[in-house]
C-alpha cells in the first residue's frame, strides 16, 4: 500500500481536486482567491513507472496511457469524493502514513506513487486553457500545502554553508570556550561572545558551495553578499522572517546603493532570490535561469482551497513569498556549522541558510 507524508499526500490531493472542480484559481498576495482568474482544467499528466497517464477532463474523466489509448472513463463524482475523503485523512494524520479508504480508487485511476521526481522543482504538469491567449499550454507547477507543519523553500545542505572570517585574534582557550557554548540558541551565543565580547566582525569568505555562490551571482553579481548579510543578521540578532530581513538590509545597506531616490533595491533582490528557488534553483546544481516549474506555484490551503500564482498574478507571487518565508536553524551537527576553526592563523565560522515558509 502507498504511503507518504501530509506533502506528498497533498500532492495526490491537487491531482484529484483540479479534476474534480475543473478550475486553478489565482490568489492575491495574502493568499485570498481572486475570483475573475482562473484557468480551465483540460488534461493532467502524471508520470507514471509504468509509463506517462494522461487523464483528460472531458464530461468524465478519460484515462489515457502513452500510446493515446482510452483505458477507462470515471465520473467526475468519482474524483470529488475521493478528494474530500482524502482531505480529511490528510487534516487528521500525522507523519507517514496510507490511506486504505481510497486505496480501491488509486488502483483504478492507475495511480501507483504519489510524489513526482525530485529532480525538478515541477509536482504536476497541466494542461490549462489560457483565458487571454486563447491557446492550451501545458504548464508544470510546484505544489506546497499548508495543511501540517509548513514546508521548506530552501533546504539545508553542506552547499548552503556560508564561511566567515572572524576579524580578530582569538586564542586557543577561547576557541574551546565558544565552541562549548551548547544553550538551546547556541550558535547566537557563540556569536554574542565573538561581537559583543570581543568586538570582532564577520566577513564573508565563501557564499555556499561554489556552485551555490555562482547560481546566485546569475540572478545578481552582489546577491552573495545581501544573502551572507541576511545569515548573519538572523544568526546574531535574531531577526528571522524574511521581510523584516529586508527591511535591516535596507537600513544598513551593505552593498552602499544609492537609496536617495527610493529605489527598492534589497526587496525586488531577495524577490528575485525566492522566486528563482521556488522554481528552479537548487543549490548544487548549476542554475540555468529556466523554470522547472514553468507554470507557477499551487499552494494547498488549509482548508483545502488549492490557489496558484503564474504569470498573470506574478507581483502577487513575490509579495508572498516575502512575507510567508523564514529562515531557520537547521541541525549544525548534520551541517557542520557554527563552530569556530582556525586556518593558517585565521580564525573562520559556517552559518547555514535554510528557508521555512511561515504557518
Partial sequence: MITGNKG????????????AEGRLYAADSDLNKIEEIFYPIINILRIQPEGDIR????????????SNEELLSVPIEDFIENA???YRKILESRGSFSTPEISEFLNTIKLSKLKAS??????????????????????????????????????ASSATNFT???????????????????TRSKIRDRLKYIKEEKGYNLKLVEAGSEIFNLNMKLIDSNLPIIVSKILDYYFSIGINKTVDLVDKLTEENP?????NFGHSFYNYKIKAFLTDIALGLQPSTMWSGLYDATGGY?????????????????????????????????????HDYGVVYKNNNKFFIKLNLQIRFTS
Fill in 8 to 19: 506528498e499526500w497533498s500532492e495526490v490531493y491537487t491531482f484529484f481536486k483540479l479534476l
Fill in 55 to 66: 487523464y483528460i477532463r472531458e464530461g468524465n474523466i478519460r484515462i489515457l496511457n502513452e
Fill in 84 to 86: 474530500e475523503i482524502l
Fill in 118 to 155: 525530485n529532480s525538478d522543482k515541477r509536482d504536476i504538469t497541466v494542461v490549462v486553457h489560457d483565458l487571454n491567449t486563447g491557446l492550451n499550454p501545458e504548464l508544470g507547477f510546484s505544489i506546497k500545502s499548508r495543511i501540517g507543519n509548513p514546508s521548506t523553500l530552501l533546504n
Fill in 164 to 182: 566567515y572570517e572572524i576579524e580578530g585574534f582569538i586564542s586557543d582557550d577561547e576557541i574551546d570556550y565558544i565552541n562549548n557554548i551548547s
Fill in 255 to 259: 552593498c552602499n546603493f544609492n537609496l
Fill in 298 to 334: 499551487i499552494v494547498v490551503k488549509e482548508n483545502g482551497d488549492i490557489l496558484c500564482y503564474h504569470i498573470y498574478n506574478w507581483n502577487e507571487f513575490q509579495d508572498y513569498l516575502l512575507k510567508n518565508t523564514k529562515l531557520e536553524s537547521a541541525s549544525s551537527t548534520r
